[in-house]
DNA sequence: CCCGGTAACGATACCGGTAACGTTTACAAC
DNA sequence: GTTGTAAACGTTACCGGTATCGTTACCGGG
């Protein structure tokens, strides 16, 4: 393995200057540059990164915790983040944590251990970070939850605005006629991944502007942020609720568990049920019928991301929140409301 | 931040016998460890790992290198090694590469810098293991695909047996009566993924063996790994072969996508065109139809990989290629075929 | 000519661990 | 009593970088 150290015997020159080539410092002559690069090149030397960052300290890679890992709008926002972060030359380490661990408390651990740079969180339960989140002592960036209200010094969010769409969304629906709307997805304790809170806030806006009343009881079902999970969620919605003629799946996934279940009850979308989900992932352009949704832009959100948090590790930028837009797709799992016909068991 | 000597001068005992403790070396007192491990525990202690892979030369975390992000399959199984690996304490590290990057280039090169201890490939190109997989210094491991031909010494694998698997597909397709059978997906030429190079071995087989010919020209149609490339080649297929009743598409994010596309131009599953995939992701048991494919069994895949590579990285254990059942999964999607109406365009 | 300043570079301490080796102590064997 | 041996522990070199600081050589100004 060739090392600094080689380099510097190899150039004639010591590894000082050496390490001040590799570092673009400027003390050191352009004939020693042009050497001391021409070796490396020819030797296809690499800094030994572990040494590096023992030396100085507290950084390694920039983590990504990824929480929940069934929700498949994660697994687009992942791949962009860690494109962009390898094409600034930084070292990627993902951990993916279900839906109910406790984020704040690994990244603790984490610091302590691996020394990362920074965080970026996808998803992320308010609550944990309230409690905990000045323990981190790196940078950090929320995505797709907002932490505008937290008063954390060290954490970034850039998200769409939840409340607005969820607002959208029923206001959507109503508009098409819709006035039994049931809602799926999110947990109404403030534990588990907590996405959809906001979003919930936004919807029972618009059933009160409407002049609506939403009954949480019969028309909201928790779910956990899967497939399975919207499938046995919808199931026993509709089980407690059969005037239900819309159904707002809280993230795209629950909502092709939704529709899977709608279909498996006999009944047809949009015809007899309306879905509309929530995020945009690509499957959701791809179901049948396909997906009416909320489509939040992934690849805005992830470089957003990256970029602050690289501003802030190189630079200490202050911290930021911002909304980022959303727009509403519509595909062809809604419809204004029939008749209803009788609910067949399977 | 505390560190070995701080544990040290707090427990009365020197680094030494710290470091001993943490790394249950024998050459130590009841005593002395019990003392050490309260101390540790009191100041919630984590070794410096940047520290510990220096000294321990050429290790860090164990890289699991993803190519073709696009390819649902591979995201099941990056969760399960990804969770098996942090649960026997390992770091992880991940890279995302596209479907035609150069996989084992991108393993030298982190072998220089990143000195992990091993690398996980979840898809590769045979060719370019062929190439230059033994520049690659530390062990490595690849799921979803066999090297079994390919004399590394550094390289396990465990993969579906896909050859007899494509054969499974195809007489199955053909024992419910279908003669035109398209396929998509995987390329033509070596370059790419290269999933689906076996797979399609077998279905040649299965066609020969039931004296069917088949026209690489009109019923083959190579495709991207992803729902997009699944849409456009089921155009191009259909197009230029109307006859075809079943398509196998050699990936189930593909056939995802080919069902879109038969929907899209008018025709039903399964009553016009049967689809059945390969993989058994999630999804496929959430479209509507349900989808028949041949079910991989990722569990038992990423559980195997695993312990081979931590075998062989700390007992230099042999290499091994393994085959893992596969499982036909009869969805919705496939059907007898019957007498074919006119195609109507979109 | 001498001095001060500065550009360019070398020598070296240090980061936090590990492991080889040396030292101490206790005890058994002769 | 001396010696051998092994357990238990301390000391220290080393991993491959970075950064500080000291040194050298050369410059211009007085």
Redesign the pocket.
């Known amino acids: 393995?060739t090392?600094?150290?080689d380099i510097a015997r190899l150039s004639g020159?010591?590894?000082?200057?050496v390490?001040r080539v590799?570092?673009n410092h400027p003390?050191?002559?352009e004939?020693?540059r042009i050497k001391v690069e021409q070796v490396i090149r020819e030797q296809n030397f690499q800094?030994?990164s572990n040494?590096?960052q023992?030396?100085?300290?507290s950084n390694s890679a920039i983590t990504i915790i990824v929480k929940g890992y069934e929700n498949m709008f994660f697994e687009g926002i992942l791949e962009r983040v860690q494109a962009i972060l390898r094409d600034s030359g930084e070292d990627v380490a993902v951990a993916f944590l279900d839906e109910y661990s406790n984020e704040v408390q690994t990244a603790i651990q984490l610091c302590a251990a691996r020394k990362p740079k920074g965080f970026i969180f996808l998803g992320g339960n308010l609550e944990f970070f309230k409690q905990d989140g000045h323990k981190i002592d790196v940078p950090c960036v929320l995505l797709t939850n907002t932490a505008k209200d937290l008063e954390l010094t060290n954490l970034s969010s850039y998200s769409t605005n939840d409340e607005e769409a969820g607002y959208t969304v029923i206001d959507y629906l109503i508009r098409q006629g819709h006035s039994k709307v049931g809602i799926i997805g999110g947990s109404a304790s403030r534990i588990g991944s907590q996405i959809g809170f906001r979003r919930m806030k936004g919807c029972l806006d618009a059933f009160a502007e409407h002049g609506l009343f939403f009954d949480e009881k019969t028309q909201y079902q928790p779910s956990r942020f899967s497939m399975a999970g919207g499938y046995e969620s919808t199931q026993k919605l509709l089980k407690k609720n059969p005037e239900i003629t819309a159904i707002f799946a809280i993230g795209d996934t629950i909502a092709i568990g939704a529709m899977r279940a709608i279909k498996d009850m006999g009944l047809s979308i949009p015809e007899d049920i309306s879905v509309i989900g929530y995020d945009g992932i690509e499957s959701g352009r791809y179901t049948i019928p396909r997906l009416s949704t909320i489509h939040q832009d992934t690849e805005l959100l992830a470089r957003k991301g990256v970029e602050d948090l690289l501003l802030r590790i190189n630079y200490s930028h202050p911290i930021t929140h911002e909304d980022i837009n959303y727009t509403m797709v519509e595909g062809e799992s809604v419809a204004k409301p029939r008749k209803r016909k009788e609910i067949r068991g399977r």
Chains 1, 2 share one sequence.
């Open positions: 393995m090392t600094i150290k020159y010591s590894i000082g200057t390490s590799i570092n003390d050191v002559s004939a020693a800094p030994n040494a590096k023992l030396k100085q300290q």
